[in-house]
């Protein structure tokens, strides 16, 4: 829900199926505490930083040749303060203002069919196999003179490879997926930003209970994405894990209100960091 710790985003649920032609708008808030490196390239240590996050969205489910398949784009709009130690130096940055916005196509081609409303009150999950492509958009604020920034000023592409298995009120679920960057020729200075793919897992132990409550325990790790300014490769490869707690709560028909609460505790480099989040998700369509 924030633009941070990107290589481990932790989504229980993605790969649930819904009704073709359902809609949803997610309006959510995250509060971020500790060292949160929007870019591993910084070279900034001891870094402290605040951050509060607002979060739009907007998804609906779509049929793909028989498929079920979901389409989303979410726009964060950021506003923080950042400390720390640059080459030896006290630094401090505050920033408000757009992030990237995300854009993703997710497909489900094994174990949930396309169906409608009547069709999916009879359905009952048992395995299934899914994939995404999300695409960061560069447009989110963005100085060239500033080592940090909520925007990024390059492409990035993430992709994702899931299983989910229902086994009685319990759902598990297991994601590899990869974060693929485009060059920044405008990094710090004026200087050639590169960075190498980061590889992601992620796993989700999910209980649902009566009324539609449910809780979910969360885990990921990312490795790799090691940076290059100007052909010239840094000690900044990332080494993170993140755990996450998330609960679920139907408030009325279409409306859902979700706590978020996550940690991230780096071996090597990435985040270290302390989250919370609330979100409140309104559905409407998918037939009677």
Request: charged fraction near 20%; hydrophobic fraction near 45%.
């Amino acid at each position: 829900m924030a633009p941070i710790a990107r290589g481990q985003e932790l989504e229980p649920r993605a790969l649930t199926n819904v009704p073709v032609g359902t809609n949803f708008v997610v309006l959510g808030y995250v509060y971020s505490q500790g060292n949160i490196l929007l870019d591993p390239a910084i070279p900034i240590d001891d870094l402290d930083s605040k951050l509060h996050t607002i979060v739009g969205a907007y998804g609906r489910a779509i049929d793909f040749f028989g498929l079920s398949s979901k389409f989303d784009v979410l726009v964060p709009f950021a506003g923080g303060d950042w400390k720390g130690v640059l080459e030896g130096v006290d630094t401090a940055r505050a920033a408000t203002g757009f992030g990237d916005p995300r854009v993703r196509w997710s497909v489900n081609f094994v174990g949930a069919p396309a169906l409608r409303a009547r069709e999916y009150a009879d359905w009952v999950q048992e395995t299934i196999v899914g994939a995404s492509l999300q695409v960061l958009v560069p447009l989110g604020q963005y100085d060239r003179i500033k080592l940090i920034n909520l925007g990024s000023n390059r492409w990035t592409f993430r992709t994702q490879l899931g299983v989910s298995q229902v086994v009685g009120a319990w759902t598990f679920e297991a994601f590899a997926g990869a974060w693929f960057f485009t060059d920044n020729p405008d990094f710090f200075g004026g200087n050639m930003l590169q960075q190498r793919p980061l590889l992601v897992g992620k796993l989700h132990v999910i209980r649902s209970f009566p009324r539609g409550w449910w809780l979910a325990l969360d885990g990921g790790y990312g490795y790799g994405g090691r940076t290059l300014i100007n052909g010239v490769e840094r000690e900044t490869r990332i080494s993170t894990f993140r755990f996450g707690l998330t609960f679920a709560v139907p408030i009325a028909r279409g409306h859902t209100v979700r706590l978020t609460l996550a940690s991230g505790a780096r071996i090597e480099r990435g985040p270290d960091f302390d989250a919370l989040g609330v979100s409140y998700q309104f559905s409407w369509g998918g037939g009677p």
